[in-house]
């Protein structure tokens, strides 16, 4: 007599995945796309196109844009300025999201503000994660103008929203049993906040600052490109659509290519450090 | 004279339960009291109530000659420097120095400013190893709260609550987490505060025997209602019977 409630498959093998709605609506909308994807290709409008030819002129233009690259319009100083033009641009965004963050999280942590509190937070917090951050661009666009001061504007609201977050997370993990302790001597919340949340999960936020740190240097190259937010991006931008100058774009993809690899280094040590479990 | 009276305590967290019924009991400047109990019998719960981290729903308590149901936010900081609290689990800040910790003890007598600042007075500092020294501590005053043995944390736990000058110390099973060594270094310590520095102690406990070794007073909780109230040679096995409910008494014979 075997149990009524072992789920098996339609071959009789043993399920160990509740087949819930969810499951079965993404495998569909897997399938829809990948279908959708392969016939788009059959409607392509291919008369232009002669195929051997763009993949030898792709290649050789790849091949002159890695293995060739050099400087022609920028020299080496003026190029690794831009480089710090863009870290600073993502520098600047991180730093003064931040500290605006922090105090955000405070209030969008459970328990540390009132239930009300939290949740106009996180409703403010998701709107604003929900746009995208050359959206964000193009909307301070309207009053600053393109320009370095938009992209800024547009990056330090996804900072925000990102580790509100993340910040919110960490300080809900903090041990209630400490802030009782505190309360109970007659600590008031900012003595709770700075000598038993701060200590607590100060290492988490730094490398919460450092994740962002990384991705704000992609988004500055991309904004600088984009929405003339100056620096290295812009440089690319200008090498590739301007000038169509393939060496000067090899070159400054090596040098975002090297920063972006050193951040990586110095982020995962990071994440190692601070959070071992989720680097396994 | 009386330091703490309690009439007709009634607690519950939600509406279908009484967690607890109808408590009466006073304890005078200087005892040392123990209150025993089951677990799930209210005994934290009557604790929390007294410092109101957990607000009662009816009943009065007054403590040192203040109604504790009507105080505002500030008295009520106030009130909570005059009592001291040591936990089961210590809730030391683990990344702090046992030092820094102690001081924690402070913060009810610091404005705002004062607290974020970290300042600290020459005196209070004094103060601080004064009491690691008397606990025996003071070699570990500036490690990492992380790195001390279970023992030794509760120890940092009591500074922080005598660093308070308080009037009472509420004690939520302070040795339910350590061996019987460290225990029996713990509740001397607790009765020593008490005798020689005057201090009352409310201690909650699982032990019977613990609390008829320390206490000048046990008071027996069942359910949310106090069963037994009095001396510890008074505490017969029926008592005990009647505190823990009979299935302790069957565990015991079997
Ligand atoms: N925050 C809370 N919310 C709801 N019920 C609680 C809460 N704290 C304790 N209780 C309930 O109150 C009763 C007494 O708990 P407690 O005071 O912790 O007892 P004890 O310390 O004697 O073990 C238990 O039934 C417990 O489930
Ligand atoms: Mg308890």
């Known amino acids: 007599m075997e149990a009524t409630y072992i789920k098996r498959k339609k071959d009789g093998r043993i399920n160990i995945k509740w087949g819930n709605k969810g499951d079965r609506v993404l495998r569909w909308t897997l399938v829809v796309l990948t279908i959708l994807t392969v016939v788009s290709f059959l409607f392509f409008n291919y008369a232009g196109l002669e195929l051997g030819s763009a993949i030898r002129e792709t290649a050789y233009n790849l091949n002159v844009m890695f293995l060739e690259p050099a400087l022609s319009h920028l020299d080496l100083g003026e190029a690794m300025y831009q480089v710090v033009v863009t870290l600073s641009l993502a520098f600047l965004a991180t730093v003064i999201g931040a500290i605006i963050a922090f105090f955000l999280s405070l209030m969008a942590a459970t328990n540390l503000a009132p239930v009300g509190v939290t949740r106009i937070v996180r409703v403010f917090v998701a709107i604003i994660r929900a746009v995208p951050t050359v959206l964000w661009v193009l909307i301070f666009a309207i009053a600053a103008g393109l320009g370095s001061e938009a992209a800024v504007l547009g990056m330090l609201f996804h900072s925000i929203a990102y580790l509100v977050k993340a910040f919110s997370e960490a300080f809900e993990e903090v041990d209630k049993g400490i802030l009782e302790a505190l309360r109970s001597i007659g600590a008031d919340w900012w003595h709770i906040v700075k000598s038993g949340v701060l200590p607590s999960t100060f290492t988490y936020l730094l490398s919460w600052i450092f994740l962002r740190f990384e991705i704000n240097f992609g988004v500055a190259v991309a904004m600088g490109a984009a929405a003339g937010a100056g620096g290295i991006g812009f440089d690319l931008f200008m090498a590739s659509g301007f000038y169509f100058d393939m060496r000067e774009v090899g070159f400054i993809t090596y040098a975002i290519l090297i920063v972006a690899f050193l951040l990586e280094v110095i982020s995962t040590r990071l994440k190692k450090r601070y959070f071992p479990a989720t680097t396994e | ?254």
């Open chain 2, 1 to 254: 004279m009386s330091l703490l009276k309690i009439d007709e305590l009634e607690k519950s967290y939600t509406a279908d339960k009484r967690i607890l019924k109808d408590i009466n009991f006073e304890i005078k400047a200087g005892e040392f009291v123990s209150i025993i109990g089951p677990s799930g019998a209210g005994k934290s719960t009557m604790l929390r109530c007294i410092n109101r981290m957990v607000e009662f729903n009816d009943g009065k308590i007054i403590f040192n000659n203040h109604d504790v149901g009507s105080l505002n936010k500030k008295e009520l900081r106030k009130l909570r420097t005059d009592i001291g609290m040591v936990f089961q689990h210590y809730n030391l800040v683990p990344r702090l120095t046992v030092i820094e910790n102690v001081l924690h003890g402070r913060f009810g007598y610091k404005t705002t400013l004062q607290g974020l600042m970290g300042r600290y007075s020459e005196k209070e500092k004094e103060d601080a190893f004064r009491l690691l020294e008397k606990l025996g501590i003071h070699e570990h005053a500036y490690k990492r709260c992380d790195q001390l043995s279970g023992g030794q944390q509760q120890r940092v736990g009591i500074c922080r609550a005598l660093i308070q000058e308080p009037k009472l110390i509420l004690c939520d099973e302070p040795i339910a987490s350590l061996d019987p060594n460290s225990s029996k270094i713990i509740m001397d310590l607790l009765k020593s505060i008490s005798k020689e520095m005057g201090i009352t102690c409310l201690v909650n406990l699982h032990q019977v025997d613990v609390a008829q070794h320390y206490s000048d007073r046990i008071i027996g909780l069942n359910d949310g209602e106090i069963v037994f109230d009095g001396k510890g040679i008074e505490l017969s096995v029926e008592q005990i019977n009647k505190i823990y409910g009979t299935k302790a008494k069957d565990l015991i014979t079997s």
